[in-house]
């Protein structure tokens, strides 16, 4: 049994440009959670993905995107990225949401 | 305004000391989750709860629905139980984090 993989662990970006960040659940994991997790504070939800469609969302604006695929991996895209974007990322899984979730390691984004 | 309220803030104890860690909600779960996050940030969901009490190893989770509050206990604490312990509001779709306890325990 696998856990739940993020790529990358770390990423600069400038103001502005676009970012795409991975998630790989864990196996027979149908339920994909996104959360931001700003420096020295408590993590945010994002939104949620079961079997490929978005069922929950937080207070993040459309420039806040995802997708999850038949196999039940994500993405979570950023575009127009802003300073304030910088945060770590992380990404739960879970089977229907019923469960325990299982968390990745995070992707630290950096926004210069 | 933070829908999810924890308490202590931070706390420091020696080893060997039984912690509590306590969390209130002002409305309504589908589920209530206890995470831990040490430095560097790697999270671990310790529980997930909807009702009852649920134990693993020294830990123990505890819900009143009634009263909207949730309490995690670490029985026997070691230096290696410093973290940060979350708790998070499930309802539907949505999560809500609590601000967290930091919890230091002194050998």
């Known amino acids: 049994e696998t856990g739940v993989t993020q790529s990358p662990t770390h990423l600069i970006k400038t103001r502005g440009q676009q970012v795409t960040l991975r998630c790989s659940s864990q196996?027979?994991?149908?339920?994909v959670s996104w959360y931001q997790q700003a420096l020295g504070q408590g993590p945010q939800f994002i939104f949620q993905?079961?079997?490929?469609?978005?069922?929950g969302r937080g207070n993040f604006p459309p420039r806040f995107s995802g997708l999850q695929f038949p196999n039940y991996s994500s993405e979570l895209n950023v575009n127009a990225l802003e300073l304030d974007d910088s945060a770590l990322y992380l990404c739960?899984?879970?089977?229907?949401?019923?469960?325990?979730?299982?968390f990745g390691s995070g992707t630290r984004l950096t926004v210069v | 305004k933070n829908e999810v309220e924890q308490s202590p803030q931070n706390l420091t104890a020696q080893e060997g000391e039984f912690i509590t860690i306590n969390c209130s909600y002002s409305?309504?779960?589908?589920?209530l989750h206890w995470l831990q996050q040490h430095p560097g940030g790697g999270i671990v969901s310790l529980f997930m709860?909807?009702?009852g009490k649920k134990k693993h190893g020294r830990l123990i989770a505890t819900i009143n629905i009634q009263e909207k509050h949730s309490s995690l206990h670490i029985t026997a604490s070691h230096p290696r139980d410093s973290a940060v312990y979350i708790c998070?509001?499930?309802?539907?779709?949505?999560?809500?984090f609590g601000t967290g306890t930091s919890l230091t325990v002194i050998p």
């Open positions: 739960a899984s879970s089977l229907d949401n019923n469960y325990g979730y299982t």
């Open positions: 196996s027979g994991h149908n339920t």
């Open positions: 993905y079961y079997r490929e469609e978005e069922n």
């Open positions: 409305v309504g779960i589908s589920a």
């Open positions: 709860l909807s009702s």
């Open positions: 998070v509001r499930n309802t539907g779709n949505q999560f809500y």
